[in-house]
């Protein structure tokens, strides 16, 4: 996953900077915007801020952070002074790159939709259905919102799954793979700060996360009956026990 200035969210300035600034503006308005649930990314927003105070910009002073959520309701989002399709528009490039990794390592790859909350148990039934041994799980904030659901289904079909966010294990999937929150944020910042001191966004390298991260739940491994070898598991950076 790549960011430019957030890999998750849409971060916006509101005001315009001014070119060859060598400090921070008097004052910086910027607006946040998410499709995840707000307590999903509290711990991240806080990094975000803590990141922004070190680069001298601070709430009450010279900074102004809008934040709004849509909880992971697409039909929110007309609501909020924003226009977007309901279909998530990162989903085919992850596809993509799905596809070409099954089809690398010779694994057969079922694709099953699920547009909206309601649909979730057909696409279990459909993966059931077809004897699926494993199911990939692909970024979206209405599957964040539903990580609790999908995590149950997953273990009530007694499908080992994988997910790209750490949220997903803590809430009993099985296993995670990606960047973190709270580091993408302030890797944002950064980039937000060189924004406002007059760089060019199309000018700013696009850039790979500061670092990834393996989770791995143990109850759900062994509700499962799997056994996770310990070269895997002395690779996670973090353990459900």
């Known amino acids: 996953m790549t960011t430019r200035l957030a890999a998750v969210v849409v971060l916006a300035l509101l005001s315009a900077p001014c070119v060859g600034l060598a400090q921070p ?18 711990e991240a927003l806080e990094a975000f801020r803590s990141k922004l105070g070190a680069l001298g910009y601070v709430e009450g002073r010279n900074l102004v952070l809008d934040a709004r959520y849509a909880e992971g309701r697409y039909d929110r989002l007309p609501e909020m002074s924003v226009i977007a399709n309901p279909q998530f528009a990162a989903t085919p490039p992850m596809l993509a790159e799905t596809k070409a990794g099954a089809q690398s390592l010779g694994v057969g790859l079922l694709v099953v939709e699920a547009r909206n909350a309601a649909e979730l148990p057909r696409a279990f039934a459909t993966m059931t259905e077809a004897k699926a041994q494993g199911m990939l799980v692909l970024a979206d904030p209405m599957f964040i919102a539903e990580r609790r659901r999908i995590d149950e ?13 750490r949220h997903f294990v803590e809430a009993g999937g099985l296993m995670s793979y990606g960047a973190e929150y709270p580091e993408m944020f302030q890797q944002s910042a950064v980039l937000l700060d060189k924004i406002l001191k007059g760089a060019k966004p199309a000018d700013l390298p ?13 109850k759900t491994a062994k509700a499962l009956g799997l056994t996770v070898p310990q070269s895997l598991l002395g690779r996670a950076g973090h353990i459900v026990r």
């Open 25 to 42: 503006p008097k004052e910086v308005r910027i607006g946040y915007l998410s499709g995840n649930p707000s307590s999903d990314t509290k």
């Open 153 to 165: 289904l997953a273990l009530s079909r007694r499908l080992p799954a994988i997910y790209h966010l």
């Open 206 to 218: 696009v850039e790979q996360p500061w670092g990834y991260l393996l989770a791995i739940n143990l």
